[in-house]
């Protein structure tokens, strides 16, 4: 199946922890995205990535940090997990680098709840 | 505060049957709006997007329309298929690089 993946789908861990969420896409897209979902259907962008160089640095902790070891791969490592840090994190992908012109495509999302 | 409204929540058409999908939302000042297809524990599939200053665009089976001063968008399927079913959701792109989702309709198109 062509699509965005996302691993784990569930992650549970205690708060002080590192952690990290994995973005696979195999779209052949040149851009990758996280985002946080604030509420039921709310996504805000926290990073974006295209063909490996950060391009969008949304105001999130630096305990967050994106990799992207190649375009198909966007990882999100979080260090020392708080509590207002569990939420729904989804990762896309698209074709160029525009917000507002080019399709983007998610991925599952992954559940993060820190105890 | 945006709100996207998508109705029916629900819709059971036979094979063959055109039908269309509803999206409303609050807040005309959005950048573009997007049409998904999310299968079961599978991510969102892009099928249609639509610039703020486009009124529609169409794909095979799918054409999608866009009336951004009522706050308004359709999602038309003509000759449905069951390989369509599947939840369809909209969503606007909002200023501040935020994504609005729509609260989705189940599609099931029974052969």
């Known amino acids: 199946d062509t699509a965005v993946s996302q691993t784990p789908k569930y992650l549970v861990t205690q708060m002080g922890n590192d952690k990290s969420i994995k973005c696979e896409q195999n779209?052949?897209?040149?851009?990758m995205y996280w985002y946080k979902q604030d509420s039921k259907k709310f996504l805000k962008i926290m990073f974006s990535?295209?063909?490996?160089?950060?391009?969008i640095n949304e105001t999130v902790p630096n305990r967050f940090s994106p990799k992207s070891p190649d375009k198909a791969h966007l990882n999100l490592h979080i260090n020392s997990l708080e509590l207002g840090d569990s939420a729904v994190y989804f990762c896309?992908?698209?074709?160029?680098?525009?917000?507002?012109?080019?399709?983007?495509?998610f991925g599952p999302g992954t559940r993060l709840t820190v105890l | 505060k945006q709100e996207v409204t998508q109705i029916p929540a629900a819709l059971s058409v036979p094979e063959g049957e055109n039908l269309v999908l509803n999206c409303s939302f609050t807040d005309s000042a959005i950048y573009n709006l997007q049409w998904f297809r999310q299968d079961p524990g599978k991510g969102l599939t892009s099928l249609l997007l639509?610039?703020?200053?486009?009124r529609e665009q169409t794909s095979g089976r799918l054409n999608a329309s866009l009336d951004k001063s009522s706050g308004r968008s359709t999602l038309y399927i003509a000759a449905s298929q069951p390989g369509d079913s599947a939840t369809y959701l909209c969503?606007?792109?909002?200023?501040?690089?935020?994504?609005?989702f729509g609260t989705g309709t189940s599609l099931t198109v029974i052969p």
């Open positions: 969503a606007v792109f909002l200023t501040g690089n935020q994504f609005y």
């Open positions: 896309a992908s698209s074709q160029g680098g525009s917000l507002y012109y080019n399709e983007q495509f």
């Open positions: 779209l052949g897209h040149d851009t």
């Open positions: 990535y295209n063909n490996k160089e950060l391009i």
């Open positions: 639509i610039q703020s200053s486009q």
